[in-house]
């Protein structure tokens, strides 16, 4: 007798590695939100945002006790940093809410789960690599936007130099990402190829960070506000690119990496406006509000997505 084949059990579309841009959406749309002033919306997301943290972090403390070699295997990959990613945005939203000591508890938890996150994603990177190979930048960038705001909190210098660093180290590994993307993402890829544009937005919203601190002057200031606008610049570059490319070929069809799409959308919107405040270039601002209520409405359509594969 033809021993029946076991079924594996069900896996919630939303709990999966993949699963933390779904957070890092979120936080973004936070974020953004209460730069332009709507602080009730802002609200709800940021509690969202936290809800699906903790759902999220509670999901891989389970699997790091019950399936250790699945842990393993998903933490070699990628998607992975969005764990270091989404805790540290979420550290910069509770510091925005005037939650420091919160903020200051996400920055160290992230910043242990960074570098053994990092070494084990390098450690498999190959030729040809989905977008989400962007995420060491993002990673990187998120605690570095973590540092600068603390920072500028409570003038603290060792963490704005430490913002700067990782501000660095994360431009570099931008590099080596590019080095590996494959460029036919771009047409057919799930959602994850925006991560190409949303982490260089995040890099410029580390930079619109770094501009405020009275540490630089005179060449560094120009400097840094140079390579913050070039950085914008660029990731508003990539973001037309990828819409025109959505638009010729539509990918309508729901996928879980669709978050990964949302937030480089709402992050690129949360850095236009953020940069338009360090630099003083007015003009930024409504771009920023328009880019930022069509993430809005991206993140609802994508949440309809979900719902409608879960009744399913």
């Known amino acids: 007798m033809t021993a029946r084949p076991r079924t594996a059990p069900f896996s919630p579309p939303m709990v999966r590695p993949a699963a933390g841009g779904a957070v890092l959406a979120t936080g973004a749309l936070s974020v953004g939100l209460l730069l332009i002033g709507q602080s009730v919306l802002s609200a709800v997301a940021f509690a969202l945002t936290g809800a699906l943290w903790l759902a999220l972090a509670l999901d891989v403390g389970l699997r790091l006790v019950r399936d250790r070699p699945r842990w393993f295997a998903e933490a070699d990959t990628p998607p992975a940093l969005t764990a270091v990613a989404a805790t540290a945005l979420l550290g910069t939203r509770c510091s925005l809410a005037g939650l420091h000591h919160l903020a200051a508890a996400l920055l160290a938890l992230a910043f242990v789960l960074w570098p053994g996150l990092l ?140 978050w990964s799409t949302v937030f480089p959308m709402a992050i690129t919107a949360a850095a236009t406006l953020a940069v338009s405040t360090a630099t003083r270039i007015p003009w930024l601002d409504p771009l920023g509000r328009t880019l930022l209520w069509t993430a809005v409405a991206a993140w609802l359509l994508t949440l309809a997505g979900l719902l409608r594969t879960y009744t399913r």
């Open 119 to 258: 070494a084990a994603v390098a450690r498999h990177w190959k030729r040809s690599m989905p977008g989400s190979v962007f995420l060491v930048c993002v990673a990187t960038q998120a605690l570095a936007v973590l540092a600068a705001t603390l920072a500028l909190a409570d003038a603290s210098d060792w963490l704005m130099w430490a913002a700067l660093i990782l501000f660095c180290l994360g431009l570099a590994l931008y590099l080596e990402a590019l080095t590996r993307f494959d460029f036919r993402q771009i047409w057919r890829g799930a959602g994850d190829h925006w991560i190409a544009s949303g982490a260089l937005a995040i890099s410029a919203l580390t930079g619109s960070k770094l501009i405020l601190s009275p540490l630089w002057t005179g060449s560094a200031h120009e400097t840094l506000r140079t390579t913050t606008l070039a950085l914008l610049a660029l990731a508003l570059a990539w973001h037309a690119a990828l819409l025109v490319a959505e638009v010729a070929r539509p990918r309508l069809h729901y996928d879980i990496r669709r």
